[in-house]
């Protein structure tokens, strides 16, 4: 056991550095979600309005940016399994008494600090957006965000371990996000959308993980409210957006470490 946690430990501490040390990327890991925020709100918050009674457009797709953060970070947890295994790297961690399993979930919580770190700096736009933040609701946030993270990152771990370049990795990642971005809710209600994009919200885990956020900001939504998330008649709460991300994740961690230890 304690072979795992020493591989658990090295593994997260890498992605780590790596993450720190690129400044490139840690300014630009930032830039995405403010562009999309500063644009969606500049260009739909008059035609808009209020969505709920004190909560404008920007208001509502705010929290819904902070969990679509921590999903890009950590969608893109396995491109450093490909990046690894081309540059030769993956086979010397692998030569090290070392579990696969260790290997996976080290990555995995690597991305969720990562992940963590972003949302949390991504916090001090709540007072500029007028969105009321305390203590309170920042512990709450943060077993969310890392669960979410967690998820994503198994989803990303998944995909990485099949592919075999990293040109692949990336045009495959670029024909996920957007769906599933648009697809969860994160920058419009799901109460008023076609039932062909409700039924595929349903299916997607992030449409889950931005309610979960969305609800700790802005509270639960009431009876026949538009911006919360119903399945079979059932109005999600906190508690339900955590257990259908949970599974989600669970699914995928287990596939990441089995299809990884297949492969490598």
């Known amino acids: 056991m304690s072979m795992v946690y020493r591989a658990v430990w090295v593994t997260a501490y890498r992605e780590l550095l790596r993450f720190f040390s690129n400044r490139t990327r840690l300014i630009s890991s930032f830039t995405m979600p403010v562009l999309l925020l500063i644009v969606f709100s500049a260009g739909f918050s008059n035609t808009i309005g209020?969505?709920?009674?004190?909560?404008?457009?920007?208001?509502?797709?705010?929290?819904?940016?902070?969990?679509?953060t921590a999903f890009q970070v950590s969608l893109m947890s396995g491109l450093s399994i490909v990046w690894d295994r081309e540059f030769g790297f993956l086979k010397e961690v692998l030569v090290a008494p070392l579990p696969r399993s260790g290997i996976i979930a080290g990555k995995a919580l690597g991305t969720a600090v990562i992940a963590l770190f972003q949302a949390l700096i991504m916090l001090i736009l709540a007072p500029f957006l007028e969105v009321p933040l305390d203590p309170v609701l920042v512990l709450k946030l943060v077993p969310v965000i890392v669960l979410i993270s967690l998820s994503f990152s198994g989803m990303g771990l998944l995909l990485g371990a099949r592919m075999k370049s990293q040109q692949g990795f990336q045009m495959v990642m670029q024909v996920m996000l957007l769906p599933l971005m648009f697809a969860s809710g994160v920058f419009f209600p799901l109460g008023n959308v076609p039932a062909w994009l409700g039924a595929l919200s349903k299916v997607n885990p992030l449409t889950y993980g931005a309610d979960a956020v969305r609800q700790l900001f802005l509270g639960a939504p009431?009876?026949?409210?538009?911006?919360?998330?119903?399945?079979?008649?059932?109005?999600?709460?906190?508690?339900?957006?955590?257990?259908?991300?949970?599974?989600?994740?669970?699914?995928?961690?287990?596939?990441?470490?089995?299809?990884?230890?297949?492969?490598?």
Do not use: C, W
């Not at 209020?50 to 679509?68: K, R, S």
């Not at 409210?225 to 709460?237: D, K, R, W």
């Not at 339900?240 to 991300?245: E, F, G, R, T």
């Not at 961690?253 to 230890?261: E, H, I, N, Q």
């Open 50 to 68: 209020a969505l709920l009674p004190g909560v404008n457009f920007t208001q509502f797709m705010y929290p819904g940016i902070i969990a679509m």
């Open 222 to 264: 009431g009876e026949g409210s538009i911006i919360g998330v119903t399945v079979f008649g059932h109005t999600m709460s906190v508690l339900d957006d955590i257990m259908v991300v949970a599974v989600f994740g669970l699914v995928f961690m287990l596939s990441a470490a089995a299809a990884f230890s297949r492969r490598e």
